[in-house]
């Protein structure tokens, strides 16, 4: 089938999606921005009727707290969502509440006739309550004296719908964290030494990992203790809420190898009592995958798959090759590769097949029956290979008969959703077109699937798919109003970069795009890109008349300033040569990554005559050690994760000097607008602060803009704050791009 996939996908026209043109369509503005709902799927109830659509918008988000989002174990930002109770076969909804609310986790009951939901007060304090469908009521559900419900609190229902387990935290808990945040914040004495275990900031994240375990009975109020407070972050009932899994913290001291630096022990006993049983000592490099008992699981460990249960410690090798590793030659290089296998989920035994994993390995994604070890190819798929799709495993459907599958082509904007049959080994396609395929949730029974997705260069909204699952049912339309608005079209972008590498990018025209028409050009960077997912500040810029142009890049370890030359320039001269992008009025902006990036551009090209930074760094060196609040983050980050400079300052200081772009300030000629929030401790805006001083000293142009209040990104402090921010971005990009050429930039 794989085949004939593939044959359909390159038959589909790639190209600009352009849109009918709305008679009465007018432009994007701010208001519309702050209105544009962003939906997602709250909960789902075992038989895939009763679905919750949760609304969240800019407008209803406002009054973040930076300075505690940062660090405070205690604090939870008030973002408020409007959320809606839909009846999946017939699309009728029922507002959950009279107004948006600041909501945390939900689940429904197994018979879907109440819904546990977390609900954050006026006082920053939560209630955990239960709205009854056919009453439409609420009540609280009552806590054990002395703890309560948290932003992270977790709900689990009994089968039998009578009990709620829950995590809990106590005053006592919440006293303590509370002075430790003030402590490490307004004083009066911050003291810090490397006698103690821990970094005091790591430490207070580590508290953050504290939760008890109770069990309520919703009717009575009775109350029964599953685990005891302690730090642990995860834990999870057997299906028949016999036993309960859950990690136990082992650090000993902060690890600066991995981020959030912990050790866990994985370890099982029953919800009655008695004595835990150790599952895993160390969870290190080990992601166990769990079935839908909860009782049996897959990891992988040494390149080697096993299969292991609650009821025995015997862990059984159903994959891996054997060929010792001192073998080095192709063959065996090659062998070893193709027999490591990821675990991605377990399918449940059906009426005809008993349970089988789901596993991944360069070849593509396979159904493996763990005790014959009998392999089944359901879908090829390489990451080195082009030609396939990339594929992803979204769910089990009709009681564990079929498997609903994702497959996106690597060269074009064609998705599909397709239907493996497990008794006939047949791979179906269910639906097949330019739409984005976010998250998928399937009910607990495989009778529905629900769809966060649709048309590129829009909010997602949320669809059903029943029966055949050919048809994509609406079940929200969260944004009518941009059916009324000018949006530009999209476009996927291929290119090759300054290495002859091919890579590819988003394009975003203006609205009411003209044929032939050169247009000021602003390129928004990052890493990679590829779908045509709504983008507010893109479609606010197309709006004013640019184009927009997000290019992917491909970093080797060590040289990140490198890679954004080539791949950003390269793509330049694409869009120029196609006779879209006027070469003189070029920008490029980026935020935190993409600002960092944005920086080190313009020491190396001059071809930009506007730039914007959001949140990025200008100095790696400070950067290293600059943010107390992430621990060791900034420190992995720069070593190993997203800079990828492959050393520490002190093996490789010149690598930290070439790639902070304060270090190079006097070689900038591009005009550059700065943007921080001074309760950033993500990227501190004493960072970015650097480049400001050092352009001021040397007489270039620049602006920096701090929010006084705002955190990491877009400002959502205040509506004020947000509206200055969006207004300043167009603003820069209309005095330099829009206005007389000058300054020393060249095409």
Known sequence: MLPR?????????????????????????????????????????????????????????????YNRTFGDPTYASPARREAWVIDTRSGARTALFADPRALGPMAWSPDGGTLAVLVQRADDQHDVLLWDRATRRTKPLAMPTGRYAFPGTRLRWSDDGRQLTLSLRSNTWRTKAAAEFARLTVGPRIVMSSEEPFLAWNGLQRMGTIESVVRLDVRTGATTDVLPEAMRQQWQLTRDGTAVVYTEDATTRTDYDVIGGSEQRLLVRDVAGGTPREVFRSLRNIRPVWDRDGRRFAYTRDDQLYVGSLADTVR??????????????????????????????????????????????????????????????????????????????????????????????RTSWNRGLLRFD??????????????????ITTSDDGSTAIIAGGPGNRPADLWALHGDFRRWQPLTDANPVLAQRALGATELLSYLDADGVREWGVVHYPANYVKGQRYPTVFLVYEDFFADSWDAVANLLNAHGYVVVKPSVRFDIGYPGEAWLKGVTAAANKVIEMGLADSTKLGVHGTSYGGYATNLLITQTRRFKAAINISGKVDVISFYTDSPRLGVRNVH???????????????????????????????????????????????PAINTREMYYALRRLGKPVTWVTYANGGHGVPLSSLEDWTDFHTRVVGWYERYLKEATRGTATP
């Open 5 to 65: 996939f593939l044959t359909m996908l390159a038959a589909l026209t790639v190209g600009a999606q352009h849109l009918p043109a709305q008679a009465a369509a007018s432009r994007l503005s701010l208001d519309d921005l702050l209105d544009v709902r962003t939906t997602a799927l709250g909960a789902l109830s075992d038989d895939g009727r009763w679905a919750v659509a949760l609304m969240a918008r800019p407008r209803t988000g406002m009054g973040v707290d």
């Open 316 to 409: 059984v090798r159903i994959a891996g090759d054997t060929t010792p590793r001192s073998d080095t030659t192709a063959g065996a290089r090659t062998r070893r590769s193709r027999e490591r296998f990821t675990p991605v989920s377990w399918v449940p035994a059906s009426a005809a097949q008993g349970a089988a994993l789901v596993a991944t390995n360069p070849d593509g994604v396979w159904l493996i029956d763990p005790a014959s070890r009998q392999r089944t190819l359901m879908v090829a798929s390489s990451d080195s290979v082009p030609s396939t799709p990339r594929v992803r495993v979204a769910g089990v459907l009709n009681q564990g008969a079929a498997l609903l599958l994702v497959m996106e082509s």
């Open 422 to 439: 497990r008794a006939t080994g047949r791979l179906d396609t269910l639906s097949q077109d330019t739409r984005l395929v976010g998250s």
């Open 637 to 683: 980050a720069a070593e190993k994760s997203q800079d990828r400079l492959g050393a520490t300052l002190w093996e490789q200081p010149q690598k930290y000097i070439a790639q902070s772009a304060v270090m190079f300030a006097d070689r900038i000629t591009t005009p550059l607008l700065l943007l921080t929030g001074e309760q950033d401790h993500n990227v």
